[in-house]
């Protein structure tokens, strides 16, 4: 069968979420834009359902897409953007051995617990990623779909021992990124990458507080006399501690209600996790917010405070110059043992910002309560200038899919 080459731009889209990291790709580019929906079985649950929560989106967005499987080996565009989050699986020998031992060997460090003492004592867990290990090696697909790639950010909250992955050495030929520290940490690892920094993209340009706030209140028919606040809490992948971000703080967070409004938006990989798990988010009293296709600028936007804990949500809120508190896990906890293991940027740098412990969880109300109260407009414009600075190499995305538009219509 014959390659055929579209002089077209295309997005490559893994998650759903993906929609709304890359709005301004979508609104730029237009109609013109191809859209690729991964559709390729994955091993990982969180997985589950994902290219029909994609379809779905899109759909009611009124966007036409062609299915990942449908155009692989067939159909190749001139550029592709794509977060670097889709894989083909291949079998490896190696791969599928670590994986045995992972879930023997390794489950049993974690089930007795031996895996924490060889943590503290040699540095390792020697668990070979447990319960998350994969049974196989994988491969990029962006080079089978695209003659120039190009790498889109999903936020900071990265290893800063792993990230970039090897996965994406020569896969990439441009890596746009947020800020210097990102930057940094690519070119440190791939001296010969190009990279541009473009900010974080959907959070530019967006809605005032004020005309946020009618909007969210207006939709969730909130009381207009508290304020807001907006709990993001990340997914915990660790067999045994799904949820437990949420769990373990739920009844505080629920007690805030006598004083303030709280809507929760809980990681579309938790979600997919357990029915269960949604069912009781349901009954509970909070406001309970899944919408597929939501602008979350705008829900930043409209709060006055941000409860996170871990991941992108914590410098999302950050680069919106939101007060944020966030909510720890146990140190002990399988899910922050590997963050510190991998030194994984939102633990590194939490002593530098506003969090509190779970043996404190009745003193939050106290502590939302002073977070609203004071100012922290400067601290929170130096946290954002601490992890997004931007020193030379930068451009709008507008400016960059102009240059690629121009690219394109000369080729």
């Not at 730029?28 to 359902?49: C, M, T």
């Not at 565009?77 to 051995?97: A, P, Q």
């Amino acid at each position: 069968m014959v390659l055929r080459v579209e002089n077209k731009i295309a997005v490559l889209v893994t998650w759903a979420r993906e929609i709304d990291m890359m709005s301004e790709i979508f609104r730029h580019i237009g109609k013109d834009l191809v859209i690729i929906v991964d559709d390729f079985p994955y091993e990982e649950k969180e997985r589950n359902a994902k290219a029909e929560k994609i379809i779905k989106t899109l759909n009611q967005l009124d966007r036409d897409f062609v299915l990942l499987s449908n155009i692989i080996g067939k159909v190749k565009y001139e550029f592709l953007f794509s977060s670097g989050l889709s894989f083909k699986n291949k079998f490896k020998f190696s791969i599928f051995t670590k994986f045995l031992y992972a879930n023997s060997i390794g489950n049993f460090l974690d089930f007795t617990g031996i895996s924490k003492i060889l943590t503290k004592v040699l540095g390792r867990s020697f668990t070979c990623s447990g319960y998350i290990s994969k049974k196989y090696d994988r491969t990029s697909v962006e080079r089978e779909i695209g003659n120039k790639t190009i790498r889109f950010p999903k936020g900071i909250d990265v290893s800063t021992l792993n990230f970039p992955i090897d996965l994406w050495k020569d896969v990439f030929d441009i890596h746009l990124c947020h800020g210097d520290l990102d930057f940094d940490l690519i070119k440190n690892k791939f001296p010969n990458a190009n990279c541009v920094k473009v900010g974080y993209p959907k959070y530019d340009n967006v809605e005032s507080p004020c005309k946020a706030k009618k909007l969210i209140y207006r939709e969730f028919d909130l009381d207009k006399t508290k304020s807001l606040i907006f709990w993001i809490p990340t997914h915990i992948k660790v067999t045994g501690e799904f949820n437990n971000n949420i769990k373990l703080w739920f009844d505080a967070v629920s007690n805030l209600q006598k004083k303030y409004n709280i809507i929760i938006r809980p990681h579309p990989k938790a979600l997919a996790c357990s029915d269960q798990f949604v069912s009781m988010l349901e009954e509970s009293n909070l406001m309970f917010d899944v919408k597929h296709n939501r602008d979350l600028s705008i829900l930043y936007q409209a709060s006055d405070i941000v409860l996170a804990d871990y991941g992108a949500s914590m410098f999302s809120a950050i680069y919106m110059q939101k007060d944020v508190l966030l909510l720890n896990m146990p140190d002990d906890s399988q899910f922050v043992i590997w963050k510190k293991t991998g030194k994984y940027l939102d633990v590194e740098v939490r002593g530098e910002m506003n969090s509190i412990d779970l043996d404190q969880k009745h003193e939050l109300c106290n502590k939302v309560d002073d977070l609203i109260s004071s100012s922290q407009k400067g601290e929170n414009q130096k946290m954002r200038d601490r992890f997004f600075s931007r020193n030379g190499n930068f451009m709008t995305l507008k400016d960059f899919i102009d240059d690629t538009f121009n690219s394109l219509n000369k080729g």
